[in-house]
């Protein structure tokens, strides 16, 4: 029986020994003018989190021998430079012998960055950037300078040696690729879309805690409603091998949030991603973003292209003339049409007004201008905005001279486009001017176009530009 109560006691103290061993920012008795620094999650598992320490090979983003953090109390204003680390816990310490009084600190990081002002530790603002440059041989480098952390508790020098830093700000993880050849990215323009309309969805400017004094809440002086990132130089080059990008984001966290574009080279392509608002704090790892270079119906040459012609994922039904808008003198430009279209659904099912234009051009900016005021209740122009076929993602609802345009050269299309014998009524993107209520549509037969209540149902014609 004493063998046994000394082996139930060995066991016990091993398994103490092997729980005070897991805690990774176990307290050591250190030097009075060194902090240890953890990085604070909202759950245990990190793997979807933000994750920040000496480890680069675990880190999404790490330290480096020049970091530096900044602590600050009603009185002191104090530096303290990385050196080293221990069991991915991160040590930052005074030099030049200088000392770090006791007392209670708000920890900021970056410590040197232009878009931190550090006037009194219950003024500290941080803005965010117009743009994040990027550098195309180190696509991580810049996430280093901008990522903003602070300590949301207190942090008492004299009573423990580790301070929490948590970040501020999210990271989207990208795999890209083509699917053919290569293709340089020079900018990326993140846009957040809200159920209600485009909300400013990001943070572009606010002020920290006053943590000393038990304040918790972020102070947000503004917003915007999107992100641009540019690639220095010739921009990031991509081709048909997985290569990964890093976006920062500082988000609004808006419930609401029902869509995030990426829009790249001033919209020349346009990707969607479909999800509730973006949380802070948190590592997304998203879907490859694929950008296509070539389709199936893309083997005619640009300059053999006429209407009908099956081309950039549709069928061509009208050709860019002097004088259009979009109309390059020496190149081939124009719009395309899907080759089925939707089935019937509403306009919208709301009366708000949204600015629209009824001529030829108008169709694609009419299309954000009706996503942003209705979000997913415009339902012909969500429809196109959120469409894919052929693997396209830029698809718009037609203005009414561009969908005039498509049924004046109906002939061009395929004989069965049309599947029906009688006269069929389509959507376009253009409301009646001052009028909430109705909008226009195009019929089929011989091009009408009538006034329509926006609650009634009529079919979509997604079309696009090339």
Same mark, same amino acid.
Request: one cysteine or more; a neutral charge; glycine letters at 6%.
């Given at each position: ?49 933000i ?10 983003i ?12 009603t ?57 994040y ?9 810049y996430?280093?300078?901008n990522?903003?952390?602070?300590t ?11 301070a ?5 700000m ?25 159920n ?10 606010? /002020? @920290? +805690? ?5 304040? #918790? ?7 915007? !409603? =999107? &992100?641009?990132?540019?690639f220095?130089g ?16 500082w ?8 869509k ?24 997304? /790892? @998203? +879907? ?5 270079? #070539?389709?199936?119906?893309?083997t005619?040459?640009? !300059? =053999? &292209? ?30 395309i ?20 234009d ?20 415009a ?26 345009y ?10 069965n ?21 109705n ?6 037969s ?5 006034q329509?209540?926006?609650t ?11």
């Open positions: 029986m004493k063998n046994l109560t000394i082996r139930k006691c060995f066991m016990y103290a091993l398994l103490s020994m092997l729980v005070i061993g897991h805690v990774s920012c176990k307290k050591d008795k250190t030097d009075e003018n060194t902090v240890k620094v953890c990085i604070a999650f909202d759950s245990p598992d990190k793997t979807q989190k994750y920040v320490d000496a480890s680069s090979s675990i880190a999404a790490y330290w480096t021998p020049n970091t530096q953090i900044r602590m600050i109390n009185t002191n204003n104090i530096r303290l430079v990385y050196t080293g680390n221990n069991k991915q816990v991160a040590n930052f310490q005074i030099t030049q012998g200088q000392s770090m009084p006791q007392g209670d600190y708000i920890g900021v990081y970056p410590s040197n960055s232009q878009s931190i002002s550090f006037n009194a530790y219950n003024n500290i603002i941080y803005r965010t950037p117009d743009v440059t990027i550098f195309p041989n180190d696509v991580d480098g996430l280093i300078d990522v903003l952390m602070y949301h508790a207190k942090y008492n020098h004299g009573g423990s040696d580790t929490f830093f948590k970040p501020a999210t990271i989207l993880e990208i795999p890209i690729k083509t699917d053919s050849g290569s293709y340089f990215i020079q900018d990326l323009v993140l846009h957040g879309v809200s209600s309309g485009a909300d400013k969805s990001f943070i572009k400017e606010g /002020k @920290l +805690p006053d943590i000393i004094h038990t304040s #918790t809440y972020l102070h947000i002086n503004e917003t915007v !409603d =999107s &992100i641009t990132y540019h220095q010739n921009g990031l080059e991509i081709d048909t091998s997985l290569k990964t990008i890093k976006l920062l984001v988000s609004l966290e808006r419930a609401n949030v029902s995030y574009h990426f829009k790249i080279n001033d919209g020349d392509i346009v990707k969607t991603i479909t999800r509730s608002a973006l949380k802070n704090s948190i590592y997304y /790892k @998203l +879907p490859t973003l694929n950008i296509a270079m #070539t389709h199936s119906n893309d005619i040459s640009p !300059d =053999s &292209i006429v209407i009908g012609s099956s081309y950039a994922g549709g069928i061509v039904f009208h050709i860019f003339k002097s004088g259009e808008p979009g109309y390059v003198p020496g190149e081939t430009h124009g719009l049409c899907v080759p089925s279209y939707l089935n019937e659904m509403l306009w919208a099912n709301t009366s708000t007004y949204c600015s629209t009824t001529a030829l051009g108008s169709g694609q900016n009419n299309t954000q201008l009706i996503v942003n005021a209705l979000g997913n209740n339902y012909a122009a969500y429809a196109c905005d959120t469409c894919t076929q052929n693997g396209y993602t830029d698809w718009f609802l037609p203005s009414r001279n561009e969908l005039l498509l049924i004046s050269n109906k002939s061009y299309l395929p004989s486009y049309f599947h029906v014998t009688w006269y069929i009524s389509f959507w376009t993107s253009s409301e009646v001017i001052n009028n909430t209520a909008a226009y549509n195009v019929n089929s011989g091009g009408s176009v009538p329509t209540k926006t009634q149902k009529a079919y979509v014609i997604p079309v696009r530009k090339f």
